[in-house]
Nanobody
Framework: QVQLVESGGGLVQAGGSLRLSCAASGRTFSNYAMGWFRQSPGKEREFVAGITSSGGNTGYVDSVKGRFTISRDNAKNTVYLQMNSLKPEDTAVYYC?????????????????WGQGTQVTVSS
């Protein structure tokens, strides 16, 4: 079992920044690729960013490229999502997820463990 706890969400004005954190416990964190997803009311949960277990490769949905950065610190069992130039359409509950193995995937069912989510609200 892996337990994931997100933090860092909140209310921010458009153009502002937030840094989300996801702390993992329970199993060897470096054995898992990690992903960030988000879900807004009435919409499906969507992939935002992913990172390989080593941290050497990352990927993003087109809508956040150049604004969001995913990173991880395996010594601290934590994955981060730095979000800059936030837009109202970024408003959602953000979830981190862990997938066994080295490589992240962009679909929900590729992940084995999920956090409870953290709310991000961007005002215009």
């Amino acid at each position: 079992q892996v337990q994931l706890v997100e933090s860092g969400g909140g209310l921010v004005q458009a153009g502002g920044s937030l840094r989300l954190s996801c702390a993992a416990s329970g199993r060897t964190f470096s054995n898992y690729a990690m992903g960030w997803f988000r879900q807004s009311p009435g919409k499906e949960r969507e992939f935002v960013a992913g990172i390989t277990s080593s941290g050497g490769n990352t990927g993003y949905v087109d809508s956040v490229k150049g604004r969001f950065t995913i990173s991880r610190d395996n010594a601290k069992n934590t994955v981060y999502l730095q979000m800059n130039s936030l837009k109202p359409e970024d408003t959602a509950v953000y979830y981190c997820a862990a997938a066994r193995g080295s490589f992240y995937v962009r679909y929900l069912y590729g992940y084995d463990y999920w956090g409870q989510g953290t709310q991000v609200t961007v005002s215009s």
